[in-house]
């Protein structure tokens, strides 16, 4: 077995979180391995405290340009890898795996320039991303059902939410709904009027509403806090660190949420999720798992999907996939998972 181990996920946060079971899949069966994670800045917080991670290394692939790159690959070459893991696909990743001299390197067919990798996996459709991703550990031998990502929140950010809950007295066994509005791409995101007209169906819920969120999200937060009539409504968008923003998920009853990185934290902290669809669809493989969990997309247009990540406006001008979904009928799925 391979003792020294890198895994490179530069991507999204999302895909960081989908990314972990490779970590904990690995860390089991070989549990004297040494396993280190590559990811961007904006991600690595999510990794902090993980026990099955030796080093996370930071690659700011969005500002170092050429240099940087020429450096993270002179970092690689001297840890002297066994192992490289590319679940990320991008032509930036595969000439980091090419050039570091790793005695063996792993990713998918459908990779950019897959060809500089010595194993090629099959990037299987329709499944889960997890189990896409655990797919690359068949030539070792593991098994690719789902494994629930683990996330490790400290006593920092348990006692952030404690005093969170105490400034705002939130007793135990309060019900708690998170709200994350956010996306990285528009056409992922429910519009913001819907989210008001849910917050306001649900005020006699006597349940709190934590809207979250980074802080690209104030925007849409605030117009929600600011428009809904309800009065149980506490706004920490841009206020929490990602592993702070788990813990309050973790504490929450119910998590409502568009297909982005919250949905895979409420997924890996294992309470009820409510994933909103739009340009995307499940198919692709980053649908909730969750025994209790809900999706609420629209079916039958032609013109969905219109690409894999969404976009920053509808092509077609109609943005029908969002408009369509009744925030009526969500209030009501709300009203049913927390009776």
Same mark, same amino acid.
């Given at each position: ?26 860390? =089991? ?10 990811? @961007? ?11 099955? $991670? ?49 005695? =063996? ?18 990037? %299987? ?20 059902? $789902?494994?629930?990502? #683990?996330?490790?929140?400290?006593? #920092? ?14 007793? %135990? ?5 998170? @709200? ?12 913001? #009027? ?12 006597? %349940?709190?509403?934590?809207? @979250? ?20 409504? @506490?706004?920490?968008?841009?206020q929490l660190s990602i592993l702070e923003s788990a813990e309050l998920i973790k504490r929450s009853s119910l998590l409502i949420t568009n297909d982005s990185a919250p949905l895979h934290i409420g997924n890996a902290e294992g309470i009820s999720v409510i994933a909103i669809f739009g340009a995307t669809i499940p198919a692709f493989g980053f649908y909730p798992y969750g025994k209790n969990d809900i999706i609420f997309e629209t079916n039958g247009l032609s013109c969905r999907p219109c690409s894999i990540h969404g976009g920053n406006k509808c092509p077609i ?17 709300? =009203?049913?998972?927390?009776?």
């Amino acid at each position: 077995m391979n003792e020294n181990i890198l895994i490179i996920q530069t991507a999204f946060l999302g895909d960081v979180i989908l990314s972990l079971p490779l970590v904990q899949a690995l860390k =089991k069966k070989h549990p004297d391995s040494k396993i280190d994670f590559l990811c @961007i800045p904006g991600t690595s917080g999510l990794l902090k405290n993980n026990p099955y $991670i030796d080093e996370v290394i930071i690659y700011n692939k969005r500002n170092s340009g050429v240099p940087g790159l020429i450096d993270i690959i002179k970092k690689i070459r001297n840890k002297k890898y066994d192992l490289i893991i590319s679940p990320h696909r991008s032509a930036r990743t595969s000439m980091i795996s090419y050039f570091s001299s790793a005695k =063996k390197t792993i990713t998918f067919d459908k990779s950019n320039l897959s060809f500089l990798y010595d194993v090629k996996i099959p990037y %299987a459709e329709n499944i889960h991303e997890i189990r896409r991703n655990l797919s690359l550990l068949e030539p070792l031998g593991n098994e690719t059902e $789902i494994i629930r990502p #683990e996330l490790f929140t400290g006593e #920092e950010e348990k006692n952030k939410i404690d005093k969170l809950f105490s400034d705002n007295n939130i007793p %135990a066994g309060q019900k708690i709904i998170s @709200i994350a509005p956010g996306s990285a791409w528009f056409t992922k995101k429910f519009p913001k #009027e819907k989210f008001v007209r849910i917050c306001d169906l649900v005020q006699t819920m006597n %349940a709190k509403i934590f809207l @979250i969120g980074g802080k690209e999200d104030r925007q849409t937060s605030e117009y929600i806090e600011n428009n809904s009539a309800s009065e149980n409504i @506490i706004n920490v968008t841009g206020q929490l660190s990602i592993l702070e923003s788990a813990e309050l998920i973790k504490r929450s009853s119910l998590l409502i949420t568009n297909d982005s990185a919250p949905l895979h934290i409420g997924n890996a902290e294992g309470i009820s999720v409510i994933a909103i669809f739009g340009a995307t669809i499940p198919a692709f493989g980053f649908y909730p798992y969750g025994k209790n969990d809900i999706i609420f997309e629209t079916n039958g247009l032609s013109c969905r999907p219109c690409s894999i990540h969404g976009g920053n406006k509808c092509p077609i001008g109609t943005f029908e996939c969002m408009l369509r979904i009744s925030e009526e009928n969500i209030a009501k799925e709300i =009203k049913r998972m927390l009776s």
